[in-house]
């Protein structure tokens, strides 16, 4: 379609406004806010990777779990297993390490959040975007994005495990049944909120049944879209909450193992 | 309830121009376009704004509104302090024609080469048999009142004029994404987003979806589950295998 | 003098469901086809319909067929419909439909997969094709992207997208140009930057919509300014039943800036009810003699027909809008309207709110945004607005010829389908039937043709002064006009009208007329609002002559005439068509009686005798009982 046929007598170009938005509201909170809690979340990250008290009885600090070197405390590695022998001296969180923060790290909402805050690429709607050039998610390093869905198999395996985790957590200091402290409680929830990110992650939704053409003929797994879908809209708010739970978790068991805390036992 | 608003709007021919100011009469009850339509009336009979049913169904009144794109037919003066400057810009990606009036015939463009719905070739009309729930998904985008906003305020060509040619904006990745979710549509569409319209350029920043005044969760549905329906076809290791060693034909799951 | 050319087959003027429509067929049977939108590509008018598109396709009850959709077609035009328009528009409107969907266009569906159907008014059956309360964005949008796909085709054919169809957007025409007595062409601007373009072309399908903006509350948007009509006039077609405005008995009557725009019937097929200021559900009070039998007069019956239809009678919340919307005006001038002077239309006690945002998410959706009414909680406050024109040019029922050779109409612009009054959804069918039609006519007529018509110079020549003069005037604004245009016809030609008032009426149009030629516009050509609507003011005040003539004339009142001087209907005038014509410079305005043809003996005998009496003269009723006895 053509809106004119003849050149127009002006040359043709966009409202020669020079600056870089005229937003009037606080549009540079939201980003600053999001950078400062995903930092946070970093330098935490790094702390406690190479931080050594990940266990105390009956309770495996999320950030290190599983466990499977052989450096591991006997009621630490899961299932018992040790895969990794001697040989692996470096803190044992590093071998899984790479599951969880891929996962969201390539996840599409926290890909929003950080290319927000981080790379300002834009900082807000409307908001001019300080880079010359711009190829989005179409080359290296940034099309490697496209495998979230692998990370996100892994993220299954890791939300298992840290179900597993509060499920032993129903233990006291000598290994009975039956008991339940704060902690315990604290990975509870954090579990949950583990696999709910999990669940409601955009690939999940994709291979349930986002990825066919007649839901109709496959009702099962509509319903198992419909029950993501309900989840996915709320993955923002998952993202956020499961990455303070899982901090939180992973602190108090830390502070517990330091001796900084004491558990409360409620039963 | 009437008062006197204070208003900047943009003036001029073809992106020159300038920032002119008015202060002019606000009812109770008006939006934005009511007090544009009220400057052409009485101070400014050639100021230039596009509109037409007012009642945003048409998509046509979308300007920027204190930085913001926005319908001006659905922007509620009751939503601004009564002291409050309000600034009215065109938007900004596209070139002015003049004082708000955008050239929007890029959006025609695009549109014009997004391959059209491709129904198996022996079902006639007036045979065609839908369930509900599997044309909801399109239906939605089908929602869609074209006013462009959403291609307007993504930064991939709002920011980056170059990207034009290779981006098609949410727009019409959109629309790749309705005729791909049809039930009776044939054509295969995944390479297509990926190749020629730019999906990889998307960097789900979400501000298509902040924008849209129909509320149409365009990241969510439609370009995210295209992005995951792209590294079906061509980031998954497994199905890269299966292509390569049977040589599969190009054809639709579900 | 910097004028552009352009030669193409058809013209269409109007991008709406009935010009799209006319430009498909005209370009699939070969024709060089342009597309002349007043407004962008896919924004026109026609977006803002609704409830759906009537066919009788059966889908939900599958009783229905064209005879049934036909009778309520006539019933709903109280018989002053032309019944061969009527009788096509039932047969062919399932295939128009049929044909949009293998266009990609996604309606909503029954449990078994088809497409499903609503209740409307004046409707015996479910019979709407819909999607939610978007129907006509999802008609504009499917005829659009099958304009692009034809495009596309053509591209792949031609190397040129635009080889055989090509959309000009934003261009306004103001002139038909002839040779002779026939078509040559077109002439008109680019809005954006004021230059002028001449079209030679044989044929000119005109489908520009209505004549709303001659009215200040009014459910139409700035385009509908009466082009078409106005244009065929002076090209020396005619007009007909231009009296019959239908008035939409639910607009928006709060804020003042949204005054007007439409609240779909919708609400009502799906269970709202009209009450006013004393909470009483006043339509059980105004069900007319003519449809006593047919609608409950009882809440509780009305309640179940929504449930149970084969038992129970409908509401009269659904009775034709003419009824419901003088019933409104009633009520309001009583006293007993709503604070804002409407009444209140509730949805909210009737239907959970889940269910009121998802049959009516527009709705919903509007009144959230634009009077912060959350219609789940609260009623609506409703009130009539100018919606419809039933007249327009007169054309030929199957091929929407006009008295002009190669003039062609479709849609609200040209006249005799819709009688006296439009039932809801019969429009988006009948752009669809006679769109078709219309651009199968056009390319009927340029296959008959031996020479091509050419357009003369001089032509071109007056057109052009026509068109700069306001530029070259420092006169009045011309804003200040159309209003004044648009409060006089609203008062004064609106729902209810006598002698006295449309006479008033008339010497104001006879003074805004003169004052007319010395409006001037400021400014440059490159779009210029004030410019355009000095352009535009012409066709209004053209158009708003023929009605105002018309409604004197005609004393009896039907549909959407209503004489408070002559209240009743009067089977003689039924008899009669009003047709307008007007002289080649627009100076003079005439109308004149014309015979209404007798229906065809086939279809008068679908037809109870009981009915039709209600409507006939006693020497057609004679009539007809001879043709019901040789028939059985």
């Known amino acids: 379609m053509s809106q004119t046929t003849t050149d127009s007598p002006v040359r043709r170009q966009r409202a020669q406004l020079k600056v870089r938005t005229l937003r009037t509201d606080r549009w540079w909170l939201a980003p600053a806010l999001t950078f400062v809690a995903l930092a946070s979340f970093i330098v935490y990250g790094f702390w406690a990777i190479f931080d050594s008290s990940y266990f105390v009885e009956p309770y495996v600090a999320p950030f290190s779990s599983p466990c499977l070197a052989t450096s591991c405390p006997e009621g630490a590695r899961f299932l018992g297993f040790a895969p990794f022998g001697d040989w692996f001296t470096l803190p044992p969180g590093i071998l899984i390490l790479g599951l969880p923060a891929g996962f969201r790290l390539t996840c599409y909402y926290y890909r929003k959040s950080y290319y927000r805050s981080f790379w300002l690429s834009p900082p807000a709607c409307a908001v001019s975007e300080p880079h010359k050039k711009y190829s989005g998610e179409t080359r290296f390093p940034l099309i490697i994005q496209n495998i979230h869905r692998y990370f996100f198999y892994g993220a299954i395996v890791i939300g298992a495990v840290l179900s597993y985790d509060a499920v032993i957590a129903f233990r006291n200091h000598e290994g009975e049944w039956g008991h339940m402290g704060l902690g315990t409680l604290i990975l509870v929830v954090n579990a949950v909120l583990i696999v709910l990110y999990t669940l409601s992650c955009h690939s999940c939704r994709h291979i349930t049944a986002g990825r066919l053409n007649h839901f109709s003929r496959h009702p099962l797994r509509y319903k198992a879209w419909t029950w993501v879908s309900k989840l996915n809209a709320k993955h923002q708010q998952l993202a956020w909450v499961s990455m303070f739970s899982v901090m939180i978790a992973d602190l108090y068991v830390r502070l517990v193992a330091k001796g900084v805390i004491t558990d409360l036992q409620f039963f | 309830m009437t008062y006197k608003a204070k208003f900047r709007v943009w003036r001029g021919e073809g992106g020159e121009g300038r920032l002119e100011d008015f202060t002019v009469e606000v009812n109770e009850g008006e939006v934005v376009l009511d007090i544009i339509h009220r400057l052409q009336a009485t101070q400014a009979p050639d100021l230039a704004v596009r509109w037409n049913c007012k009642a945003g169904k048409c998509g046509s009144c979308s300007v920027e509104i204190n930085g913001k794109p926005r319908l001006g037919c659905m922007t509620r003066m009751s939503t601004f302090a009564e002291d409050e400057v309000i600034t009215v810009t065109p938007m900004r990606t596209f070139p002015v024609i003049k004082d708000l009036v955008t050239d929007v015939s890029f959006n025609y463009e695009k549109a014009l080469q997004i391959p059209s719905f491709t129904p198996p070739k022996d079902v006639k009309p007036g045979e065609y048999r839908m369930k509900q729930i599997d044309v909801e998904r399109s239906q939605e985008f089908r929602k869609c009142i074209e006013c462009f906003m959403c291609n307007n305020v993504c930064h991939v060509i709002r920011d980056h004029d170059e990207n034009k040619p290779k981006f098609a904006g949410p727009r019409f990745l959109m629309r790749i994404a309705e005729l791909d979710m049809h039930p009776y549509d044939v054509a295969d569409r995944k390479d297509l987003a990926q190749e020629e319209h730019g999906l990889g350029y998307c960097n789900i920043t979400k501000c298509c979806t902040e924008v849209c005044p129909e509320h149409i969760k365009i990241t969510d549905n439609a370009l995210i589950p295209m992005k995951e329906r792209v590294v079906d076809r061509k980031y998954d290791p497994l199905v890269w295998l299966g292509s390569k060693i049977f040589k599969r034909s190009s054809s639709k799951t579900g | 003098m910097d004028i552009e050319r352009q030669q193409f087959d058809v013209v269409v003027i109007g991008a ?617």
């Open chain 3, 16 to 632: 709406g469901g009935a010009g799209l429509r006319a430009a498909i067929e005209a370009r699939q049977q070969g024709k060089k086809t342009a597309i002349l939108c007043k407004s962008l590509f896919g924004k026109a008018h026609t977006v803002m319909a609704e409830g759906g598109a009537a066919a009788a396709m059966g889908n939900v009850n599958s009783a229905d067929n064209w005879k049934v959709h036909f009778r309520d077609t006539m019933r709903g035009g109280k018989f002053l419909n032309n019944w061969r328009m009527a009788e096509l528009h039932a047969k062919e409107s399932p295939d128009r439909v049929w044909e949009l969907e293998a266009w990609g266009a996604l309606f909503d569906r029954t449990a078994d997969g088809k497409i499903s159907q609503r209740n409307f008014g004046g409707h015996e059956y479910p019979r709407l094709a819909h999607v939610g309360d978007r129907t006509g964005l999802e008609l504009i949008r499917t005829l659009q992207q099958r304009v692009v796909a034809l495009q596309q085709e053509d591209a792949e054919r031609t190397g040129d997208p635009e080889a055989y169809i090509k959309v000009f957007a934003e261009f306004t025409v103001t002139r038909l140009l002839k040779d002779g007595d026939a078509i040559a062409g077109a002439f008109g601007y680019w809005r954006e930057n004021g230059t002028f373009v001449v079209f030679e072309a044989p044929a000119v399908v005109l489908a520009t919509g209505g004549i709303g903006k001659s009215y200040v509350v009014t459910s139409n948007s700035w385009e509908y300014t009466g082009d078409g009509h106005a244009l065929a006039l002076l090209a020396g077609a005619k007009l007909i039943n231009m009296e019959f405005i239908q008035f939409h008995p639910t607009g928006m009557v709060w804020p003042p800036s949204v005054r007007g725009i439409l609240v779909t019937e919708s609400v009502r097929g799906d269970g709202g009810v009209l009450r006013n200021s004393e909470g009483r559900r006043f339509m059980f009070d105004y069900i007319p003699e003519v449809f006593k039998d047919k609608y409950a007069t009882t809440e509780e019956e009305g309640d179940r027909w929504y449930t149970d239809q084969a038992n129970n009678r409908r509401p009269p919340e659904l009775l034709p809008r003419d009824e419901v919307a003088r019933a409104i005006n009633s009520e309001v001038k009583a006293g007993r309207g709503s604070p804002q002077g409407g009444v209140f239309l509730d949805v909210s006690t009737r239907l959970p709110a889940a269910e009121i945002v998802k049959r009516l998410p527009s709705m919903h959706h509007q009144f959230k945004e634009l009077a912060d009414v959350d219609i789940t909680k609260e009623p609506m406050q409703v009130g009539p607005t100018c919606h419809y024109i039933m007249g327009g040019v007169e054309v030929d029922a199957d091929t929407g010829a006009a008295a002009v050779p190669g003039l062609f109409a479709a849609g609200e612009v040209s006249g005799g389908m819709h009688g006296s009054n439009r039932l809801g959804g019969n429009s988006l069918s009948d752009l669809l039937v006679f769109g078709r039609r219309a651009g199968a006519g056009a390319a009927a007529y340029i296959d008959g043709l031996a020479v091509r018509p050419a357009v003369s110079e001089e032509s071109v020549v007056t057109a052009h002064e026509e068109a700069v003069a306001p530029l070259q005037r420092t006169g009045e604004n011309p804003y200040e006009l159309h209003q004044e245009l648009q409060r006089s016809m609203n008062e004064l030609v609106g729902i209810i009208r006598n002698s006295k008032e449309v006479s008033e009426a008339l010497g104001m149009i006879e003074k805004l007329r003169a004052r007319a030629k010395n409006v001037g516009a400021a400014g440059t050509r490159i779009y210029n609002p004030g410019w355009h609507l000095a352009l535009d003011l012409r066709n209004m005040l053209l158009v708003s002559e023929c009605v105002a003539r018309a409604a004197i004339i005609r004393e009896e009142s039907r549909g959407g005439h209503t004489r408070d001087d002559f209240p009743v209907m009067s089977p003689e005038w039924r008899r009669k068509l009003l047709v307008c014509s007007a002289s080649s410079d627009g100076s003079e305005v005439n109308v004149e009686e014309q015979a209404q043809p007798s229906m065809r003996d086939d279809l008068i005998v679908l037809f109870d005798r009981d009915e039709l009496k209600k409507y006939l003269t006693e020497e057609e009723l004679a009539d007809f009982d001879a043709v019901a006895k040789e028939a059985s």
